[in-house]
């Protein structure tokens, strides 16, 4: 059963210029996303940086306004919600965030940053909310000596544990991890990654998973999602993403990270330049002018995620949309 359900997702930024701020453009985010995550799954949200990710991150949860769509949480619309019910869903809908130097107050103790959420809510005071924290240090491995210190006392790994334990705060049911370990030294990486795994299992948790680091994705998703330039232009389960990802550009982001496996060869695909202006995204398949694949129709027209099962493509040439021959 889908948890959260997005149709026809848009954020587009306004650009204004001169003196009196007339509009001129749109910096295009996200730009028609439509997708579903399924109840206690982790999707995987991968693409280079500058693609949107970590807009639509965001929108899901409303901390950025989307342009336009819908953003269904347990069959409930939230778009258009009013400011008291949607902090209340917010209870459930969490994220974590890249930063974990940033995004914890250097101002408050450990315990007040995590128990925050609680009494604003009005779930517990005293010597209740402190019982609580202290659980859920103790869940995300930090010890209950630690409750009054501030963040800088901390390592990163252990900031974002902190991050974590506020994330889970409120019993969430859904986590917005964004880049949650790429600030991270690998074998840290590896302990967070962890660290969420089981607390996914202990508490069934959902996580929407953006990284651009294709690795750590593989590692804890169920399912990937591939984005470009605001557009999912492949998404899949996880491992026929790693073993058979039909889209050019899914196939030069695997090429390019390095392959712990010496027995999966994949042949390099060298990807020109870097990712164009969301701004003015090219014509067509907005890859095209990097695509070493690419055709007349692909800078014509733009291709659909067209679905074989559960495995979509948005591409002229490859994956089950296809209608031209490669070349
Ligand atoms: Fe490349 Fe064309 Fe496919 Fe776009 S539609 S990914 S340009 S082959």
Redesign the pocket.
Known sequence: MALLEIDSLVKHFPISAGFFGRKTGDVKAVDGVSLSVEDGETLGLVGESGCGKSTLGRCLLRLIEPTSGDIRFEGEEITGMDFDRMREMRRKMQIIFQDPYASLNPRMRVGEIIGEGLQIHGIADGAELKDRVMALLAKVGLREEQYGRYPHEFSGGQRQRIGVARALALNAKFIVADEAVSALDVSIQAQILNLLQDLQEEFDLTYFFISHDLRVVEHVSDRVAVMYLGKI?EIAPADRIYSDGQ???TRALLSAAPVPDPTRKAKRIVLQGDVPSPINPPS?????P??????K???EVE?QLEFDGDHGV??????PGAT?K?N
């Not at 067509?284 to 095209?288: E, M, Y």
């Not at 948005?314 to 994956?319: Q, T």
Request: net charge positive.
């Open positions: 232009v889209h050019p550009y067509g398949c907005s890859f095209h990097r695509c070493p694949f690419a055709q129709i692909c800078s291709p948005a591409c002229h040439i490859f994956g031209v490669p």
